[in-house]
C-alpha cells in the first residue's frame, strides 16, 4: 500500500488523546449510605465490571473511527506489481563562467555534465534541464546527453529562489510519477540575505556542490583613460587577484591583434595592481587587453573601444569674430556663433566647449547655466570686452575658482613668454622659439587668481592666458580683448594651435566598454530618421536591437540576446555609427 499524502499519517499520534482520557478515570463518584452491604458488594462487583468492558469498548471504536477518517485522508492505493514508476527528474547545472575552474577531472562544467550523462541509468524518465539561460523540458535520455554535450558557459547568474521557482512549475502531480532534482554549481556569491525557500516546492531536493582545485584567480578588472597631451593618452589597466599574491603577471595590449606594448604587474602581498600604457589619441582605437592565468579563463581578455569620430560641439557667444569660424571649420566642429539676446539657454548643456565673446555684461542667468554646464564636464573660454562689466565678470570668476580681476591696465603690452609645459600647447612645439614677432595688446585685466596656469605671459610677467581646472572641466580667462582695435593677437601664428586644443581638450571620451548583463542599454549620439533602423553584428553574428529615438541619440536595449565578449559594430545600412566593446561581468 502507498500513500498520496504520507504525511497527513503524523495525526495518528492524536489517538493517544482518547488512550490518556480512559486511563485516568475522570468522572466522580458519589456515596450513598446504605444498610445491606451483602447486597452492595453483589451490585458493585456487577456494575465494575460492566462498565469497564464498556469503556474498553467505547475507546477502542473511537480509535477505529479517527484511524479511518486519518486514512481517509492520506489517500491510501495499491500500486500494480507490473507498474513501474515515472521519475521527473529537475537538474539545474550551473553553466556559469566560475565553472570554468579546474576540478580534480578537468573544468567543473565538463565533469559534471559528464558524470550526469554516465550516471543517468533511469527506467521511464522525463528530464528538465534548467541553466542560467535556458529552461529545457520534457527531455528524454538523449535529448539530455545532446543538450549537456553541448552546454556552454553563460555570463548571465540566477539566484537560488529563481532556480526553484523554475522547478516548482515542473512539478508532476500523479500517483505513479516520482519528483526529485538535483542542485549542482560551485554556489559563488549567494546572497545570504535572501533566504532561500527550498519548502515552495514539493519534490525533494539534492544540492552538490563542486570545488575547484584552487580557488586562486587573476582577472583584468576595469580599464579607463586619461589625456596625457594632445597626441597622446595613458591607458590605466586594474588588475585584480582574488587572494593575496606575491607574483609578477605578465599583461599586454593589442590593437586589431597587433601588440602595442608589454608591461608586468608586480603585486607584492596585495590584491590588487595598476599598470599603464601609452597609446596614441587617434580617432579610433579598438583595443584588447590580455594576460596569462591557469585560472578561470573568461576575464584575461578585457576589450575596449576609444572613439572620437563625432564633432566637437562649440557655442560662441557674443560679438561676432571671423577668426573664430576659420579655425573650428565644418569637417571636425558644429561651431555656432550667437549675440547674447539670440541665446537659446537649452542648448547650452549640448556644448564641449563654450566661448564667452567680448560681452560687455554676463546675466546671472547666463553665470548659472555656466556653472552647470561646466559641472557636466564642459569647458568654457573667457574673453572681456573693453567695456566690461567688473563686477559681473568677478561673480563669474569667483565661481569657478579663478580669482577675480583686480586692475583694467590700459597701457601697451607685448605677449613674450610662452609656457611650453602646459598641457595645452606641450606638443606644439619642437623646440623652444625665442625669436617670433610679439604680439601685442592695447589694455588688458589683471587676474589675482593662485590656482591658474599661465599659458602665455605678459612682457610684465602678468598671465595673458591661463587654465584653472574645476571638478570636471576647465576654466580659460583671456586676460585681453582681441578685437583688432585692441590687440593683433588673433594675426599670431599662436592663436591657431591655442584655440584648436582648447576645443580639443573638452572633447569627452566616449565609453570605453559595456558589461554584459540580462539588460544592456547602450546610447549612440546619432541623428537618424524615424524609419530608421540601427543593427549590431560582430564576425559571427548580428541582430537589431530595441531602439528608442530621441533628439540626436538612439538608446540600444538588450535584452534575451546571447552575448559574448569582444567588439561589435553599430550599423545603418551599410555605415558603421560606432564600435563597442562587451565585456563578461567580472563578478564570479
Not at 503524523?10 to 451483602?38: C, D, E, G, M
Not at 458493585?44 to 479517527?66: F, H, M, N, P, Y
Not at 583613460?225 to 585584480?240: A, G, N
Not at 601664428?493 to 580639443?504: E, G, H, Q, R
Request: aromatic share 10%.
Amino acid at each position: 500500500m502507498q500513500f498520496k499524502h504520507p504525511e497527513i499519517l503524523y495525526a495518528l499520534l492524536l489517538l493517544i488523546i482518547p488512550i490518556i482520557v480512559h486511563l485516568f478515570q475522570l468522572q466522580r463518584f458519589v456515596k450513598v449510605p446504605f444498610t445491606n452491604v451483602a447486597f452492595l458488594k453483589n451490585i458493585e462487583r456487577q456494575t465494575r465490571k460492566s462498565s469497564q468492558i464498556k469503556k474498553w469498548l467505547v475507546l477502542i471504536s473511537r480509535l477505529l473511527a479517527l484511524s479511518c477518517i486519518i486514512l481517509a485522508f492520506s489517500q491510501p492505493y495499491f500500486s500494480e506489481s507490473s507498474t513501474e514508476n515515472n521519475v521527473n527528474v529537475t537538474i539545474y547545472l550551473d553553466n556559469s563562467h566560475s565553472m570554468q575552474a579546474k576540478g580534480e577531472k578537468g573544468e567543473l562544467l565538463k565533469s559534471a555534465a559528464q558524470k550526469i550523462i554516465e550516471d543517468n541509468n533511469l527506467q521511464n524518465s522525463v528530464f528538465t534541464l534548467i541553466t542560467n539561460e535556458a529552461n529545457l523540458k520534457n527531455l528524454d535520455a538523449n535529448d539530455l546527453k545532446n543538450e549537456l554535450i553541448n552546454l556552454d558557459y553563460s555570463p548571465n547568474k540566477l539566484d537560488l529562489n529563481t532556480v526553484l521557482l523554475k522547478a516548482k512549475s515542473n512539478y508532476i502531480d500523479e500517483i505513479n510519477t516520482l519528483n526529485k532534482m538535483v542542485l549542482i554549481s560551485d554556489f559563488q556569491n549567494i546572497n545570504i540575505q535572501n533566504n532561500i525557500d527550498f519548502t515552495a516546492i514539493k519534490m525533494p531536493v539534492s544540492l552538490l556542490q563542486l570545488s575547484p582545485k584552487s580557488s586562486q584567480n587573476i582577472y583584468l578588472d576595469s580599464v579607463f583613460v586619461e589625456q596625457k597631451s594632445l597626441t597622446e593618452l595613458t591607458l590605466y589597466v586594474l588588475v585584480k587577484s582574488s587572494q593575496m599574491i606575491a607574483e609578477t603577471i605578465p599583461v599586454s595590449l593589442f590593437q586589431n591583434n597587433i601588440l602595442m606594448g608589454k608591461t608586468t604587474a608586480r603585486f607584492a602581498n596585495s590584491f590588487k595592481q595598476k599598470v599603464q600604457f601609452t597609446i596614441p589619441n587617434s580617432t579610433h582605437f579598438d583595443g584588447k587587453v590580455s594576460l596569462i592565468d591557469d585560472g578561470l579563463e573568461f576575464d584575461n581578455d578585457f576589450y575596449f573601444s576609444i572613439s572620437s569620430t563625432e564633432k566637437i560641439n562649440v557655442l560662441s557667444i557674443g560679438n561676432p569674430t571671423e577668426f573664430l569660424s576659420k579655425i573650428y571649420t565644418e569637417n571636425e566642429f558644429n561651431f555656432t556663433a550667437t549675440p547674447l539676446s539670440n541665446l537659446n539657454y537649452n542648448k547650452i548643456q549640448e556644448q564641449d566647449l563654450i566661448i564667452l565673446n567680448e560681452l560687455a555684461d554676463i546675466p546671472a542667468e547666463l553665470q548659472r547655466s555656466l556653472f552647470q554646464f561646466s559641472e557636466n564636464g564642459g569647458n568654457l573660454v573667457v574673453i572681456p570686452s573693453q567695456n566690461a562689466n567688473i563686477d559681473s565678470y568677478n561673480r563669474l570668476i569667483n565661481a569657478f575658482q579663478a580669482g577675480k580681476i583686480i586692475a583694467k591696465i590700459e597701457n601697451e603690452h607685448l605677449i613674450t613668454a610662452i609656457n611650453y609645459e602646459h598641457p595645452l600647447i606641450n606638443d606644439v612645439f619642437q623646440k623652444k622659439v625665442t625669436n617670433f614677432q610679439y604680439p601685442k595688446t592695447a589694455l588688458h585685466y589683471q587676474n589675482n587668481s593662485k590656482n591658474s596656469a599661465a599659458i602665455l605671459k605678459f612682457d610684465n610677467n602678468s598671465p595673458f592666458i591661463s587654465s584653472t581646472k574645476n571638478k570636471n572641466g576647465t576654466f580659460y580667462w583671456v586676460a585681453a580683448p582681441l578685437n583688432k582695435s585692441i590687440s593683433d593677437f588673433t594675426q599670431s601664428p599662436l592663436v591657431v594651435p591655442i584655440f584648436y586644443n582648447f576645443s580639443k581638450t573638452s572633447l569627452k571620451t566616449s565609453q570605453l566598454y559595456h558589461t554584459i548583463a540580462p539588460e544592456n542599454n547602450i546610447e549612440i549620439n546619432a541623428a537618424i530618421g524615424k524609419d530608421d533602423v540601427l543593427k549590431i553584428s560582430n564576425k559571427t553574428s548580428a541582430f537589431i536591437p530595441l531602439q528608442k529615438v530621441s533628439q540626436n541619440k538612439v538608446d540600444l536595449i538588450l535584452t534575451d540576446v546571447i552575448l559574448q565578449s569582444g567588439f561589435y559594430n553599430v550599423s545603418i545600412g551599410n555605415n558603421v555609427l560606432k564600435t563597442i566593446s562587451l565585456n563578461y561581468n567580472r563578478e564570479e
